[in-house]
């Protein structure tokens, strides 16, 4: 890992949102302070597991008029788009708003997530 001096709260697995991140070591009781080469394997399977298995509930909706799909996500250039696997990790696939792609609500982002789902279902049932 190229960042294993690095304290644990500055450097986010898989490029999470700074708050998320923190917020999630802070639940498992993870000093943020400690240097990934010095977390424990017990310390580093709970990360793997929280971060496998959290359940987030929603209080309410976003105070913004305009409703906007999820900004971020799997970089487009990270995922083969004839079959929506990951050109990284082989067997995953990807569809719809996990994707980097961001638009206003209204028909787009439905149809990525669509046409990205029946690419990805079609191959992985191949």
């Not at 708050?19 to 999630?24: A, E, L, Q, S, V």
Request: proline content about 2%; glycine content about 6%.
């Amino acid at each position: 890992m190229e960042h294993t001096k690095k304290a644990i709260q500055n450097f986010s697995p898989y490029k999470l949102a700074n708050r998320f991140w923190k917020n999630c070591l802070l639940e498992l009781n993870i000093d943020t302070e400690k240097q990934w080469a010095n977390l424990n394997k017990n310390e580093l399977h709970s990360i793997a597991d929280f971060l496998t298995n959290c359940e987030i509930n929603i209080q309410s909706k976003s105070t913004n008029k305009d409703e906007f799909v999820t900004a971020g996500g799997v970089a487009l250039n990270e995922v083969d788009f004839k079959t929506m696997q990951s050109k990284i990790v082989p067997n995953l696939y990807f569809a719809g708003e996990v994707l980097d792609i961001d638009a206003v609500t209204g028909g787009f982002n439905f149809q990525a997530a669509w046409t990205t789902g029946f690419i990805a279902g079609n191959n992985i049932g191949e």
